[in-house]
């Protein structure tokens, strides 16, 4: 008995001896993973800046050496990273990764990673093998039964968000943006509509997640429509968004004094997209220098430059240009501090970036509902994260009419 016992105890720790190396293998294995995607990602975006100069001729973005290492806790126990230090000397130039912004610590929590993997297309099955892989010994128990339980909380919790009373919600900025997903039950690829909102306190908050029939005028009319009728009544002062959705129809007839800014990432992808790649470079940077401008006059002698350089040769990209001129330089009327924020949808694009990346590579999710509890809960998720917008005590005098003419307030 006693020799049953010893050689049990050996196996024992034999299977935890093989069991801790099998750990260290896989956390240094996440970490070099890690350290590299994040080094990529600082490559890619020097490569992306390497035209920016100054009149010496010496790059404005460069490689500065390495941050302090930094401990980030995951289910297989804590990961030090060590993130290069990027110089941006461009005005208002910074380096956040997407990777790992500066504020995380800790692996994504189940609550996020739910709806990520599901999102994702695994099965419900799968989850407890995935999340447990991800997030160590806290996600035991998950079974798919549980899955099923939360899945369907947080549908209810998304109807109820939904039909949420709006009264005496004033919004000074929105952006807009629509997404689409695959859905594995059918043969739809539905639209999800979504608007962030910034309040007068500089706060942003999900304003709405609909599920739409693509971009349509009427899908977004129905959006609006249901938000003034649960109480938003003010129009906001500003809205950001691609040029090409039916949003900008819905709203010149549901809330027609709000001012439009188109976004300068999507319409940057578009213009690119009608040049030939080795020209690329070279419009990229006019095109930096339009929403890079101090001012508006500068920005529309970029704008000329352009049209100049390539009218002859590509007047598809001069017509994507042109025909957003009146709504492309509506940011130089407010606060230069705010100009970051509202420039582009980069709110929306960067808390759905993962999940837009995902469904292109797989079948999607299982019914429309399912997607949309799911994005929902992301977007509260990310919403947790996003930080107010600068200066945002200036929101006030955007609410009272105050003027501003190149980011700067006017003498009344």
Sequence with gaps: MEVYDSRKEQRRQEEDENRNALEQILRQGAQKMLQKAIEWEVQEYLAGNETQRDKAGHRLVVKNGWREPRQLQTGLGDVEICQPRVNDRRQRGRFISNILPPYVRRAPSIEALIPALYLAGVSTNNFSTALEAILGEKAKGLSANSIVRLKNIWEEEYKEWAARDLSGKEYVYWWVDGIYFNVRLTDERPCLL??????????????????????????????????????????????????????????????????????????????????????????????????????????????????????????????????????????YDYPAEHWVHIRSTNVIESAFATVRHRTRQTKGCGSRAATLSMVYKLGREAEKHWIKIRAHKLMAKVIKGIRFKDGIEEAA
């Design 194 to 331: 979504v608007i962030i909102g910034a309040l007068a306190d500089g706060t942003k908050e999900l304003v709405a997640i609909w599920d739409g029939e693509r971009e349509s005028k009427m899908s977004w009319k129905e959006v609006l429509s249901d938000l003034k009728s649960r109480g938003i009544i003010k129009n906001p002062n500003l809205a950001t968004g691609d040029g090409s959705l039916g949003f900008w129809a819905a709203l010149e007839e549901e809330y027609p004094n709000t001012n439009q800014q188109r976004c300068w990432v999507h319409k940057t992808a578009n213009l690119l997209d009608k040049l030939p790649k080795s020209i690329q470079p070279s419009a990229k940077e006019l095109i930096h220098q339009m929403y890079m401008a101090p001012k508006k006059e500068l920005a529309l002698k970029s704008y000329d430059e352009f049209l100049k350089c390539y009218q002859a040769k590509y007047p598809k990209a001069c017509e994507c240009l042109e025909k957003d001129k009146d709504v492309l330089f509506t940011f």
